[in-house]
């Protein structure tokens, strides 16, 4: 099914930095369910703020089996839902809460030897998976190797030393700080493809042994390492990144081609299939995606990033066709079967039909 979203209710909110902090949602009973997830995925959080519908994705830091479901947000510089989010929230108070999705995933017994390479922020799906992995499997090893500017920046900080007391044997950390020297020279400077290359010819990491490479970060350190991995031998199927902003330089949204430009004009209907019931709209204007032009025709889709990296309005094309202004997240197999991702398919033929109830 598609996934939706449901109002939950704000149970606790603890401060992790001097910019970040985790809000934790009570998942009542009836919708158990509905939000049971993979470690690595990510809840879409929707508020009204200043009089503007906005929605973002915060990736779980809960383990599986709790009773609650914990996101962890960083406040960024003029980032209004995380601003929202920091400072106005309240335990008690009431969120709209998007069913769980993402495929960066590590299901518990995939990985023996897992290696998470997070930085900043991107520490928050490795909190539930470091976790989930560490609780649920007795042979998995986990290390971490985390990238801050200095140790008051570390996000979970407590929470990481507390699993490494418990999990002293299978659980390691290594802390690289960029703005506050450490005694060992390697755990200096950022996490990029040489700062990897360095710690795996030191031994403190073993990309061959590792069954299973998490990546979270910004985009260029993700490319960065994904290099890195792959010109030392390792397995493509071994490396899971989570991308939610772009490297830079990566391409620009494309312009309408003369197919979008002739159906446009035209007029493309539009058909949705979603949750078993069908809506239609018309298109005329060839710079709109299908998810731009259902929301003008109060057309609720599902989506969080709007960008192609999130994968929330993947759908497919069941009739017609239509063509992506950018693709960062479905795999080439899903293209060939014809899926799509609505915020940012434009029409190419005279009628579309895009369900999004085909999984
Ligand atoms: S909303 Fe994220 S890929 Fe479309």
């Known amino acids: 099914m598609a996934p939706k979203f449901h109002e939950l209710a704000i149970c606790k909110i603890e401060a992790l930095t001097d910019d970040a902090k985790t809000i ?12 049971a997830f993979t470690p690595g995925q990510y809840l879409t959080l929707r508020a009204d703020v200043d009089g503007k519908d906005v929605r973002r994705s915060y990736s779980i830091s809960s383990p599986l089996g709790g009773r609650e479901l914990t996101v962890g947000i960083r406040k960024v510089d003029d980032g209004v839902f995380s601003s929202f989010a920091t400072n106005s929230l309240q335990v008690g108070q009431s969120l709209q809460v998007m069913t769980p999705e993402g495929r960066f995933t590590a299901k518990v017994g995939a990985s023996k030897q897992a290696l998470l390479i997070a930085a900043g922020s991107g520490i928050t799906p490795m909190m539930s998976i470091a976790q989930s992995l560490l609780e649920g499997d007795d042979e998995a090893n986990v290390t971490l190797v985390y990238g801050n500017r200095e140790t008051k920046s570390i996000m979970f900080r407590e929470q990481l030393e507390f699993l490494k007391d418990r999990f002293m044997d299978r659980f390691t950390i290594i802390h690289i700080l960029s703005r506050e020297d450490q005694d060992i020279p390697i755990l200096n400077g950022r996490i990029d493809g040489n700062k990897i290359k360095a710690l795996n010819n030191a031994s403190a990491i073993d990309l061959a ?3 299973g490479i998490y990546i979270c970060g910004p985009g260029e350190m993700i490319e960065a390492i994904r290099a890195t991995c792959e010109e030392m031998g390792v397995a493509k199927s071994n490396v899971h990144f989570e991308l939610f902003t772009p490297a830079d330089g ?12 002739e159906a446009a004009e035209q007029g493309v209907s539009v058909e949705i299939i979603l949750d078993g019931s ?27 990033c709007k960008g192609g990296m999130c994968c929330t309005c993947r759908c497919k094309v069941a009739n017609g066709s239509a063509e992506m202004a950018v693709n960062y997240s479905l795999e080439p197999w899903e293209i060939e ?5 609505a915020c940012q398919a434009r029409p190419t033929s005279d009628n579309l039909t895009l369900d999004f109830d085909e999984l």
């Open 24 to 35: 934790s949602f009570q998942i009542p009973k009836g919708l158990k369910s509905d939000y």
């Open 209 to 211: 042994a590792a069954d």
């Open 250 to 261: 990566q391409e620009p949204r494309k312009a309408p081609t003369k197919e979008m430009l």
């Open 278 to 304: 069908r809506r239609s709209f018309k298109l005329t204007d060839a710079n709109e995606t299908v998810l731009e032009a259902a929301n003008r025709h109060g057309l609720e889709l599902p989506f969080s």
């Open 337 to 341: 079967a014809g899926f799509t991702l």
